[in-house]
Nanobody, 115 residues
Framework: QVQLVESGGGLVQAGGSLRLSCAAS????????MAWYRQAPGKERELVAR???????NYADSVKGRFTISRDNAKNTVPLQMNSLKPEDTAVYYC?????????WGQGTQVIVSS
């Protein structure tokens, strides 16, 4: 089992910044991928950014150049730095952990970007 706890969501004005963090605990496998997804009201959950245990990253086109995902393997944390936020970034953001044995999700953290 892997437990994920997200933090850092909140209300911000357009153009502002937020930093989300995901802390993983439990049976963390050394080779894994962690990611941030988001789900806006009435829409499907979508990938925002992901990072492998080796540090390879990829981003949704909509956030490239504005969001940065990183990880601290020693602490099992995955921050998501979000800059130049737009109202369309408003969503519940979820942390996801995946390895060869399974996939786990956090409970989500709300991000609201006001115009």
């Amino acid at each position: 089992q892997v437990q994920l706890v997200e933090s850092g969501g909140g209300l911000v004005q357009a153009g502002g910044s937020l930093r989300l963090s995901c802390a993983a605990s439990g049976n963390i496998f050394s080779i894994n991928t962690m990611a941030w997804y988001r789900q806006a009201p009435g829409k499907e959950r979508e990938l925002v950014a992901r990072i492998t245990s080796g540090g390879s990253t990829n981003y949704a086109d909509s956030v490239k150049g504005r969001f940065t995902i990183s990880r601290d393997n020693a602490k099992n944390t995955v921050p998501l730095q979000m800059n130049s936020l737009k109202p369309e970034d408003t969503a519940v953001y979820y942390c996801r952990y995946g390895d060869g044995l399974g996939v786990y999700w956090g409970q989500g953290t709300q991000v609201i970007v006001s115009s």
